[in-house]
């Protein structure tokens, strides 16, 4: 059974400072996603990474895969308040078109 | 363009009726899903389809049915309405070809209350 792991769950960081939320998933997958979550809302695409060594930016948020540790992560940069928000990682599953999401990572950003 | 649109938006059904959650997309997507959210947690797929007429459980099927008569329309049907089915639904489609680089488009959500 494919599990989704992300860490830490719940991350409280002060405005300015860097931080990485790190997704694990225990098998093979052809893509994996990163969404944003804010409070009522939907979820809203960030990130989309297909290959071994994809890395993608976009502003103070950066997204890396490492398909052989089968991890990816989310580097924030120098937080503002607007980045609070539960950040989820998915994985599709190789062969099904089934996607697994993680747990979420609760991320609020104090001034 | 509308994108995937969920009806109703909120709802509170009675333990034991039963009720239906529309679903539409206009992308042209092949892929649709229906996803559930409970409080403080992440998605859990219900069901999900590959295309019209084709349609497979996902991790928690159970109290649920669906059908994909169309490539816009996946509904998802709650036939006896149970309080542990009180949580928020989303429908979500994509677009998977070869090396697609697209992710999920997701509804707003349908919040439905069972008491």
């Known amino acids: ?111 | 363009n509308a994108g995937v649109t969920q009806t109703p938006k909120f709802r509170i059904l009675k333990i034991g009726q039963s009720m239906t959650l529309q679903c539409t997309q206009d992308m042209n997507h092949n892929y649709m899903y229906w996803y559930r959210q409970d409080p403080g947690m992440g998605l859990k797929l219900i069901y999900y389809s590959v295309g019209a007429g084709i349609t497979d459980k996902g991790e928690v099927p159970n109290g649920y049915n669906v059908s994909r008569s169309t490539t816009e329309d996946f509904p998802l049907r709650l036939e006896l309405a149970a309080p542990s089915q009180t949580s928020v639904y989303f429908c979500a489609s994509s677009y998977l070809g070869t090396g697609s680089n697209q992710p999920q488009h997701f509804g707003d959500g349908t919040r439905l209350s069972i008491l």
């Open chain 1, 1 to 111: 059974e494919l599990k989704v792991e992300q860490n830490p769950l719940f991350l409280s960081m002060q405005e300015g400072k860097n931080y990485t939320i790190y997704c694990n998933y225990s098998t093979t997958s052809d893509r994996l996603y990163w969404y944003r979550q804010d409070p009522g809302k939907s979820l809203e695409s960030l990130f989309v990474l297909l290959s071994n060594g994809a890395v993608k930016q976009e502003g103070r948020l950066m997204a890396s895969l490492d398909t052989k540790a089968r991890l990816s992560t989310l580097h924030i940069t120098a937080a503002v308040h607007d980045l609070s928000a539960t950040y989820f990682c998915a994985v599709l599953t190789s062969g099904t078109y089934k996607y697994i999401f993680g747990t979420g990572t609760r991320l609020k950003v104090l001034a």
